[in-house]
Structure formats: structure tokens, C-alpha cells
């Protein structure tokens, strides 16, 4: 087997003398497609922004493509952070730039595309996340809160990563739009053998996506596995989250 | 692993192999952008991409684009990654090119122009609806916003004490070492008590604590109400029946109007205290004798110009730094832009009503020999 993804092993995260973290661990292989479940406040996003390495555990250690994000070593960090795409949960577009100019900007940073192939690629991901191309002149105040997701996710994808984050991707879309999302990101997946880390709430979205299924509850990783061997998980979280809904997702 | 993205040309047949994806082309970039060109130029050849590992749509643009926009005639490859191309096929031949407007000066100007009356319209407005606000708290007094308003007098005006105290007192001991200098040539060395008393107490005091304030509070008011714009907060106010002149302008107004005289008495004391100082050692003028001197030199009507000009100029600069912050649209850019505008704005309106001051109190206040 090839190095996996994403290691991280005993992680404990502290705010304050609150433990959001403790002695948590997970390894997602290459091509898995990863639902992280927990409840709210429950440190999901805390555990997105670790493995991108904007948030240091307290302990333990963050492996992306084996590369501990840890190493100063500058160039290796940096090419590892080209190798994923994040999707904030709030969007994080930049506000002074317009869409446009929002998903070229990383294409920008590499220096070394010309400005034609740079347009060509931003309307493709337009184009893929449904948004016309006479929207790229608009700035992010003026975008609608779905369409604003949509722009992010163009932004996330805009540098072919291998390593997908995604935060709650589908909240605030209509379910049309939410499907053709699911549908989507299934198509990249398959394309392109994406590694997928998605936080959601939205059993659909999970259901249609995910092949495994990360619980984050009681500060640790209670389960994680094949999506339909964690469903039968016996505890109070996972009942209640799937509910009665659990043999339809079968 | 066979990750490398590769090309060869093999008997009329071009043959691309290996992980053609943005990262993997990087390094080799221009090398692969060479050979595609070379192998695209010889017509009728057939494309084998059936043992490429990985397309995405970054590399299937650059083939897309050494194809010059058409499908080759014999292509074979796998459906998955027909349908990455067919995508980029999709895409509108021809990109609409970005809006550039030409540069005309009459137009540049006239834009200036426009946009100055638009901010004068704009403060009118904002002072009308502050009269307003002021009428309705007339009426129902409880419903004056105490609160914000002690907050902002003490944040904009105890709060900037040792800075303007540092800074007057900097300028007395400057303006009264150089005073004495020149004064001792003419023998007239009692006259710094004059120079002192009607420079500092009219005319530097209120304008160099107006140019601090206006960095120090008024950049802060515009950043702050314009952070609440970006972050919806004064929407969130609207909807809860709060009126945000109300209760986030109109105390920052006040509070800096009645801050103003206050901090402006305390640095011009701190200042003629400098000055004092300076005085002593340079000139060996006595405390005593200064300050039993400096209320015949100086008539109390200065005193009363210097307040008054305070309490102005914190209106003023209190009223643009609102509005701007008003008018900060939901951006980054937008909030940094329309802080600097405060700034700028506010100091060249309180020099330009400063001299206004000067024509208008010219017979006031000047001892007449
Ligand atoms: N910067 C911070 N400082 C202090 N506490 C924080 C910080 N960031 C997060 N927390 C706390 O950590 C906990 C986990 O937060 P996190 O944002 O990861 O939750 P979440 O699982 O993503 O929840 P949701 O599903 O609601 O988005 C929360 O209790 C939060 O209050
Ligand atoms: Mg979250």
C-alpha cells in the first residue's frame, strides 16, 4: 500500500483547560471519501485546521503524504499545501478580490501559467460548479449565501488537489443544487481518485459521497470504517444521528 | 510509481502516459508545453491516451489548447477522461475580455468632483438625521444611550491623556527654545510669555490635538462601525429596532464632542508647562513670574477660543469618521480605503475650519499695544 493520506496520531487539542482533542487518531488512505460525523462543537472543524496546519496540537502529530507539517523544511510545506484544497465553512473568500480573480488567485501564485490557460481553467470551474461566466465579475458581498459556497468550492478545486478538506459543503444549498454537488464532487472523485475529508450534517450528502465514515464524539474517533459497517455502530451518537434513517441508507 | 506525465511519438501515433495533473506538470512544464506543440504540428496523427493515469482539467486544458481548440482526428481514450475533456470542449470559444475603461482627465476630474459633492450630500444627511435623533431624545430622555456614550468619553478622551500629553509637551519645550533664542537677540526676552500663551492656548493646542484625535479616534470610530457593516452587526441592530444613528453614532459624536475641550485644555496646560520649563533654563525666567504674567498677556478669550475650537473640531472629525464608516462596503479593500479617506478628510477639515476661526475671531482676543 501506498503511504496514506492523511496520519494523525495522538493528537490532543487545548483551548484554555477545555480538551477538544484527546489522544485522537485516524488514517485515511488514498481514494477514500471520509464523512466526519460529530456534534456540533463536538472539534471538527478544530480537526480540519490541523491537518491543514493553521492549528497546532498541543500533542501528537499531523502526516499529510507522509510529510510530517511539522518539518521546517519550507519547500516541502509548501508543496504539500498545493496538494489540497480546503473548503471553508464560512467561505473565507477573499472580499477585495471579485470571483474571478478569487479563483485564479492560486493559480496566479504558481507563476508560471500563462493568463489565457488561467481564464480557460477559472470558467471551467465555474462551469463546474454551476455559476455563469458573467458572475466572475462580481464581488463576494454581492453573491447569495449558496452561490458564495459554490465560488469556494471553485476556489478549492482551482489547483486539482489531491487532498480534498471540505466543511459542511452542502449547508445552505438547495437539495437540486446540493445533489448535482454530490454528483460532482463523485465525478472528480472518480476522475481524478480524489482523497475526500468532508465534514456534514446532510445524511444525503453522506449517503451519495462518503465510502467511509469517521464519529468524532467523546473527544476521539469512537468509529471509523466502511460507511455501512459504522452505521451498526452501537452508540448513543451514531443511533442518533442515522435514527430510523438507517436502514434506507443501507 | 510511474507518476511522471510523458510523451512520445512513436511512428505517426503520439503516445501520453503517466499522472498529467497540475503538480506533476509543474516541474517539466515548459519542456511539456515544447513537445506537445512539436507533436501537434504534424497533422493526421492519431493520439493514444489510453495509458494516461490521471487527467485533470489543468492538463486537459493545455492539450486542449495545443489541439488548437478542435478534437484530433484519431483519438483514443478512456470515457472517464473524455468527459474531462469534453468539459474544456464545452467551454465558450471566446472569453469575454475584462471592461477596461480609457483614462480621460475631464472625466477623471469630473468623477472627483462628483464624488466630493456626493460626500458633502452624505454629511449633511448623517448631521440631519443626528439633529433629528437629537430632537427625539429631547422627548424621551430615557432613552438616551448613556452607556456608550461615558464609554466613548472615556475611550476617546482619558484614554488619549498621555499621549497628547507627551506630544505638547515635545512642542512647548520646541517652541519655546527657539522663541527664547531669537528673542534674546532683541533684548525683548519677556514677550515669550506672549508668544507662549496665545500660540499654544488658541491656535496649537486645539490643532495638534485635533490631528492626534483624528488618527487616534477617529481612524478607530470608522474602522469599528465599518467592521460592523462587513460583519452584518448593524443589520443585526436594524432588525432589533435599534436605530443605529441612535445607538452607534450618535455617542461617538457626542462622546468626542464633549471629550474634545477636555483633552485640549490638558495638553495646552501640558504644553505651556513645557514651555515653562524651557523658559526657566534658557532665559531664567521664574515660574512664579510666568504665570503671574500670563493672564495679563494672554485674555481669557483665547482660553475661550482654544475650548471652542475643540469642541468643533470633535464634532467634526467624529461626524466624517461615521460616515465613512458608513459607507464602508462589505470588503476589506473598501473598509482600508474609506479609514484612510477619514483620516485625510478630517485633518484637512479641521485645518480649513481652523482658518476660518482665524478670519472670524481676528479683532478677539489680541492684546493691543
Ligand atoms: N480559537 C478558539 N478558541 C477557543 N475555543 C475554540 C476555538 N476554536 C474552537 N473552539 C472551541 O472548540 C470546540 C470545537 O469547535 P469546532 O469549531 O471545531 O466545532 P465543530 O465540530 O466544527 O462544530 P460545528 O458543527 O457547529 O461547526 C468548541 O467548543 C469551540 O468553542
Ligand atoms: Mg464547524
Known amino acids: 500500500m501506498s503511504v496514506p493520506v492523511v496520519e494523525l496520531a495522538g493528537i490532543n487539542t487545548v483551548f484554555g483547560r477545555e480538551y477538544v482533542h484527546r489522544d485522537l487518531s485516524l488514517v485515511i488512505g488514498e481514494g477514500q471519501v471520509v464523512g466526519l460525523l460529530g456534534g456540533s462543537g463536538s472539534g471538527k472543524t478544530t480537526l480540519l485546521r490541523e491537518m491543514l496546519g493553521l492549528l497546532r496540537p498541543a500533542a501528537g502529530s499531523v502526516r499529510l503524504f507522509g510529510v510530517d507539517l511539522q518539518e521546517p523544511d519550507q519547500v516541502l510545506q509548501r508543496n504539500v499545501r498545493r496538494r489540497l484544497g480546503m473548503l471553508f465553512q464560512h467561505g473565507a473568500l477573499f472580499s477585495a478580490l471579485s470571483v474571478f480573480d478569487n479563483i485564479a488567485f492560486p493559480l496566479r501564485e504558481l507563476k508560471c501559467l500563462d493568463e489565457d490557460w488561467i481564464s480557460r481553467l477559472v470558467h471551467l470551474k465555474l462551469a463546474m460548479v454551476e455559476l455563469d461566466a458573467s458572475h466572475g465579475k462580481l464581488m463576494p458581498a454581492e453573491l447569495s449565501g449558496g452561490m458564495f459556497k459554490r465560488v469556494a468550492l471553485a476556489r478549492a478545486l482551482a489547483l486539482e488537489p489531491e487532498l480534498l478538506l471540505l466543511d459542511e459543503p452542502t449547508a445552505g444549498l438547495d437539495p437540486d443544487r446540493s445533489q448535482n454537488f454530490v454528483d460532482l464532487i463523485g465525478a472528480l472523485q472518480r476522475e481524478l481518485g480524489l482523497t475526500i475529508v468532508m465534514v456534514t450534517h446532510d445524511l444525503q450528502t453522506l449517503a451519495g459521497l462518503a465510502s467511509h465514515v469517521a464519529v468524532l464524539a467523546e473527544q476521539r474517533i469512537i468509529a471509523f470504517g466502511p460507511k455501512d459497517q459504522v452505521m451498526t455502530v452501537d452508540h448513543p451518537f451514531v443511533t442518533g444521528f442515522f435514527g430510523a434513517d438507517r436502514r434506507k441508507l443501507l | 510509481m510511474s507518476s511522471i506525465p510523458s510523451l512520445q511519438v512513436e511512428s505517426g501515433k503520439v503516445v501520453l502516459a503517466g499522472q498529467w495533473t497540475l503538480a506533476a506538470m509543474l516541474p517539466r512544464l515548459t519542456d511539456l508545453q515544447l513537445a506537445l506543440k512539436d507533436a501537434a504540428s504534424v497533422p493526421n496523427r492519431i493520439w493514444d491516451l489510453t495509458a494516461l493515469a490521471r487527467l485533470d482539467s489543468a492538463a486537459a486544458v493545455l492539450l486542449w489548447r495545443s489541439w488548437g481548440n478542435c478534437w484530433p482526428e484519431g483519438l483514443v481514450i478512456s470515457d472517464l477522461h473524455r468527459q474531462v475533456l469534453e468539459r474544456v470542449a464545452d467551454l465558450p470559444r471566446e472569453m469575454p475580455p475584462p471592461p477596461m475603461r480609457p483614462f480621460r482627465v475631464p472625466e477623471f476630474l469630473g468623477g472627483l468632483l462628483l464624488k466630493a459633492l456626493s460626500n458633502l450630500h452624505g454629511l449633511i ?14 422627548r424621551s430622555p430615557k432613552e438616551m444611550p448613556w452607556k456608550e456614550f461615558t464609554a466613548n468619553l472615556y475611550k476617546s478622551g482619558a484614554q488619549a491623556m498621555p499621549v497628547t500629553a507627551l506630544v505638547g509637551f515635545l512642542i512647548g519645550v520646541t517652541i519655546s527654545y527657539l522663541s527664547a533664542l531669537q528673542l534674546k537677540n532683541f533684548g525683548a526676552d519677556l514677550f515669550i510669555i506672549n508668544i507662549l500663551g496665545i500660540s499654544i492656548i488658541r491656535e496649537l493646542g486645539p490643532v495638534l490635538v485635533a490631528v492626534l484625535v483624528a488618527g487616534r479616534s477617529g481612524s478607530a470610530m470608522t474602522a469599528q462601525i465599518g467592521v460592523m457593516r462587513v460583519t452584518e452587526e448593524i443589520d443585526a441592530l436594524s432588525t432589533m429596532g435599534i436605530s443605529r444613528s441612535l445607538r452607534v453614532v450618535l455617542p461617538k459624536i457626542l462622546g468626542l464632542t464633549a471629550a474634545m475641550p477636555l483633552i485640549v485644555l490638558w495638553a495646552s496646560g501640558v504644553a505651556l508647562f513645557g514651555g515653562m520649563l ?92
Open chain 2, 125 to 138: 444627511a448623517l448631521f440631519g438625521q443626528l439633529l433629528l435623533d437629537m430632537a427625539h431624545l429631547l
Open chain 2, 278 to 369: 524651557a523658559a526657566m533654563l534658557q532665559l531664567d525666567l521664574s515660574l512664579i513670574y510666568f504665570l503671574d504674567n500670563l493672564p495679563r498677556a494672554v485674555p481669557v478669550a483665547n482660553l475661550l477660543i482654544g475650548l471652542g475650537k475643540g469642541l468643533v473640531f470633535g464634532f467634526v472629525i467624529a461626524l466624517i469618521a461615521c460616515y465613512f464608516g458608513l459607507r464602508v462596503k462589505p470588503n476589506t479593500e473598501s473598509l482600508s480605503a474609506n479609514t484612510t479617506s477619514a483620516v485625510v478628510t478630517a485633518i484637512t477639515t479641521v485645518i480649513l475650519v481652523d482658518a476660518l476661526f482665524a478670519v472670524f475671531t481676528r479683532h478677539v482676543g489680541v492684546p493691543q499695544l
